[in-house]
T-cell receptor, first 111, second 114 residues
Framework: DTGVSQNPRHKITKRGQNVTFRCDPI?????LYWYRQTLGQGPEFLTY????????KSRLLSDRFSAERPKGSFSTLEIQRTEQGDSAMYLC?????????FGPGTRLTVT | QQQVKQSPQSLIVQKGGISIINCAYE??????FPWYQQFPGKGPALLIA?????SEKKEGRFTISFNKSAKQFSLHIMDSQPGDSATYFC?????????????FGTGTKLQVIP
């Protein structure tokens, strides 16, 4: 399978804990995006990487969120001190230019 | 600020019928309009996309109609099938900084009944 992959697919954590998600983009794609999707809503942009450089962050990305893309390959999204409001589907997408291809997402539940 | 408005929120169509989903946008800088299909528990999948210099694009049973002056675009699914039952998102994006920043609509849940 040469699509975008994300791990884990599901994560249940207690409030206050830290969590980290991983995204492996399509190999030839130099652009990588993170989105958050809550129930009944469309995905909302969080951040964008071109190669290893993080070029834009949404206001939705509070100080508790950090994303990295070392060596311009896979990316990680970490949430520190999780809150119940962080419960959502976290989606990763990659592209070469216009068409963004999404992974299956990581469903986060904060209890 | 919701920049892409989508309707209806839900839609029930009989098998073989035409499903129509409408979207409107505000930002005239948008230069790419994709539609995504999402099944429960899955990520959105790119279905079809259009640029604003084209009024219509057809791929198989899926057609996008685009009205630049009205700032509206729509997805038509011809001969709708039960397998088309999913949530559909319209989106619009603007290039800048070398990438497309995508704004999604709120989604339309389509149910195709046999």
């Amino acid at each position: 399978d040469t699509g975008v992959s994300q791990n884990p697919r599901h994560k249940i954590t207690k409030r206050g804990q830290n969590v980290t998600f991983r995204c492996d983009p399509i190999s030839e794609h130099n652009r990588l995006y993170w989105y958050r999707q809550t129930l009944g809503q469309g995905p909302e942009f969080l951040t964008y990487f071109q190669n290893e450089a993080q070029l834009e962050k949404s206001r939705l990305l509070s100080d508790r969120f950090s994303a990295e893309r070392p060596k311009g390959s896979f990316s990680t999204l970490e949430i520190q001190r999780t809150e119940q409001g962080d419960s959502a589907m976290y989606l990763c997408a990659s592209s070469t230019r216009y068409e963004q291809y999404f992974g299956p997402g990581t469903r986060l539940t904060v209890t | 600020q919701q920049q892409v408005k989508q309707s209806p929120q839900s839609l029930i169509v009989q098998k073989g019928g035409i499903s129509i989903i409408n979207c409107a946008y505000e930002n005239t800088a948008f230069d790419y309009f994709p539609w995504y299909q999402q099944f429960p528990g899955k990520g959105p999948a790119l279905l079809i996309a259009i640029r604003p210099d084209v009024s219509e694009k057809k791929e198989g049973r899926f057609t996008i109609s685009f009205n630049k002056s009205a700032k509206q675009f729509s997805l038509h699914i011809m001969d709708s099938q039960p397998g088309d039952s999913a949530t559909y998102f319209c989106a619009a994006s603007v290039g800048g900084g070398g990438y497309q920043k995508v704004t999604f609509g709120t989604g339309t849940k389509l149910q195709v009944i046999p």
